[in-house]
């Protein structure tokens, strides 16, 4: 009985292994699903990409702003705020540690730098009340000027630095100032929630682990691949109708109302720092798409978070294929950003 139920055993998995008649049936039917959600993301982009105008001032093509950066990472909010101006964004601040400031602003001249934030090993007990009320005003002074945040590129998960960034984002909220959380942020929101449930400006980009983690806690189960459109659509609703866009070989994204996928382009070198440039690129995209949702008077046929997440998906996806073609296994998260003005232009010419 032991032998027969080996043999079972190894047959079943042979049948997984090659496809069986019902795993095939599963992935066509995936398949045909996946390609009946795929986004126009080519002419999404250029639908949202405001012409360049000799008489517009600076700013109109957006002001980005990016928190994160400690002790430990500097180069994340860099990849994301540089991405941004890369775009078209005419200004692009970054609000980190002091620690992390005078590298950052090694890395580029053309990013504003603000170096406000604080750690834990930095604060004395007794004076955390009065330094978290300080860190709070000094951006409070920034915070309307700015089209779009991005939080969590190299934000650290120390706890003093997480309370100020979460009261941060509560007075955006208020504000109704869009919001895109990446890496250390999405640490922060997975456990406080509250910072974004109901707050349909706000985009999460998970990646596969960050997204396992959403799911986990939110919709109490695992990640199931065979339904991912439907958890995706379930996730996004559970969390009141915020833009989720989870990265893999095809990029799904949601609203909680609709569920679209981006497959064009891609690479097979998956280096460290892409998430950033996708924040800073959603962030820009997402931007102009209000713009076009206000002149259109809210006429638009999709949610503005999720053409800019389109967007910025086919953007990235375009640029890191294209670094590929140059540099193959080499392939560095600065190479694909030296491709993204010239992949824009080649899909929206300027000229």
């Not at 779009?148 to 509560?170: A, E, H, Q, T």
């Not at 073609?325 to 491709?339: A, M, N, Q």
């Amino acid at each position: 009985m032991l032998a027969y139920s080996a043999i079972i055993r190894r047959q079943q998995f042979l049948i997984r292994s090659l496809g069986g008649y019902s795993n095939n049936h599963n992935y066509q039917r995936n398949r045909m699903h996946s390609m009946s959600l795929e986004a126009d993301a080519l002419n999404i982009l250029r639908s949202i990409t405001p012409n360049l105008d000799p008489t517009r001032h600076k700013g109109q093509a957006g002001k980005i702003a990016v928190i994160g950066g400690c002790r430990e990472y500097t180069g994340a909010p860099y990849f994301s705020a540089i991405s941004a101006l890369k775009i078209g964004a005419d200004l692009s601040h970054v609000f980190c540690t002091k620690d992390a400031a005078p590298v950052i602003k090694g890395y580029s001249p053309e990013l504003i730098v603000h170096p406000v934030l604080e750690e834990s090993y930095n604060v004395r007990d007794e004076d955390k009340g009065s330094i978290a009320a300080r860190v709070l005003a000094d951006f409070d002074k920034w915070m309307e000027r700015f089209d779009c945040l991005v939080i969590g590129p190299g934000l650290g998960r120390d706890p003093f630095l997480l309370d100020c960034v979460s009261d941060i984002m509560k007075h955006a909220r208020q504000s109704n100032i869009p919001i895109v959380i990446d890496g250390d942020g999405l640490f922060l929101v997975t456990n406080s929630l509250g910072l974004v449930s109901g707050y349909q400006l706000a985009v999460l980009t998970p990646n596969v682990n960050e997204y396992k983690r959403l799911v986990q806690k939110v919709l109490n189960c695992e990640v199931n691949d065979l339904e991912a459109h439907e958890q995706l659509l379930s996730l996004s609703k559970r969390i009141g109708g915020v833009t989720i866009l989870r990265k893999g070989k095809s990029d799904l994204i949601s609203d909680g109302e609709t569920v679209k996928s981006v497959s064009v382009y891609g690479s097979p070198r998956r280096c460290g720092g892409q998430g950033d440039i996708l924040s800073g690129s959603v962030a820009v995209f997402l931007s102009w798409a209000r713009q076009c949702n206000l002149a259109a008077e809210g006429k638009l046929s999709m949610n503005p978070t999720m053409l800019g997440c389109i967007a910025g998906s086919a953007l990235l996806r375009k640029a890191a294929s294209d670094a590929f073609k140059y540099h193959y296994r080499s392939t560095l998260t600065s190479d694909i950003i030296e491709r993204l003005g010239i992949c824009f232009e080649d899909i929206c010419p300027c000229r």
